[in-house]
C-alpha cells in the first residue's frame, strides 16, 4: 500500500468514527464508540503495517519514543492529582466529636463533571504529545534547511 | 541533565567525493533523507548500527567518517 492510500484510509476511519460518535451520542449508548475506537485504532494499525514506502528510521523512533515519555511524565502528574482528589471525595471520613445524625453519604462528581474533566485530561494529552513532538522534531533537526 | 559529547562527521565530505545526494545515501542505507540532514548538521548523533553502516556505504572505517571529541563535552537537558 502506498502513503497516500494510507492517509485516505486513515481519514476514512477517522470519519467513521466521528459518525459513530454522534449515532452513540444520540442513542446514549458510550459501549458503541468505545468498541467503535478500539476497532478502529487496530485497522489504523494494520495499514499501516501493509505501507510500504514510509521509511520509520531510528531518529523518528527516538523522537516518538522522547515525546511520548515527556507527556507521560506531566499527565501522570496531572492525572493522579485529580484521582487523589477523586478519592477523596469517596473516602468517608468520620467527624470528630461524632454527630447523632446519620452517617452521610459521600459526595460523589455528577458524571457530568466527570465527562467534563476527562474531556480536559484527553486534550491535555493530545496539546502536551503534539507539543513535545514539534519540540523534539526541531531538536533533532526536523526543520533544517536544506542546502541542497 | 544529560552529559553529551559532540560527535562530528564527515558524511558532507564524504557524499560529495562519492558524488551523492542525501537522497541516494538516504536510501542506500534505509533511513529518512532527513535524518542524513540531522547527522550532517549535528543535530542527531546515529546509532552504532546506523554509524557502521554509513562508513561501509563509503568502504571505509567508522573513525574516518565519525570523529569523537571528548575534549568538548557540552551538557544538555
Not at chain 1, 27 to 50: D, M, T
Request: glycine fraction near 4%; proline fraction near 5%.
Amino acid at each position: 500500500m502506498k502513503k497516500n492510500t494510507f492517509y485516505l484510509v486513515f481519514g476514512c476511519i477517522a470519519l467513521a468514527l466521528l459518525a459513530i460518535f454522534w449515532y452513540s451520542v444520540e442513542l446514549h449508548i458510550p459501549l458503541l464508540i468505545e468498541i467503535a475506537f478500539i476497532v478502529g485504532i487496530v485497522l489504523v494499525y494494520l495499514a499501516k503495517r501493509k505501507v510500504t514506502d514510509m521509511i520509520n528510521d531510528e531518529r523518528d523512533v527516538k523522537i516518538t519514543e522522547q515525546a511520548t515519555a515527556r507527556t507521560m511524565q506531566v499527565f501522570w502528574v496531572v492525572f493522579c492529582a485529580f484521582s487523589i482528589g477523586a478519592v477523596m471525595e469517596i473516602l468517608h471520613i468520620p467527624e470528630f466529636p461524632r454527630q447523632a445524625s446519620p452517617i452521610r453519604p459521600p459526595v460523589l462528581l455528577p458524571p457530568r463533571m466527570m465527562g467534563y474533566i476527562q474531556l480536559g485530561l484527553l486534550c491535555l494529552m493530545i496539546f502536551l504529545y503534539v507539543g513535545f513532538r514539534i519540540y523534539y522534531a526541531k531538536k533533532y533537526g526536523d526543520f533544517e534547511t536544506d542546502e541542497e | 541533565m544529560e552529559i553529551l559529547k559532540p560527535m562530528k562527521n564527515k558524511i558532507k565530505i564524504f557524499r560529495a567525493m562519492h558524488n551523492l545526494t542525501q537522497e541516494h545515501l538516504a536510501q542506500a542505507i534505509g533511513v529518512n533523507r532527513q535524518t542524513i540532514l540531522a547527522i550532517e548538521k549535528e543535530k542527531y548523533i546515529p546509532s552504532l548500527d546506523l554509524a557502521f553502516k554509513i562508513s561501509r556505504y563509503f568502504g571505509v572505517n567508522i573513525e574516518e567518517v565519525f570523529i569523537f571529541d571528548e575534549k568538548t563535552p557540552t551538557i544538555i537537558s
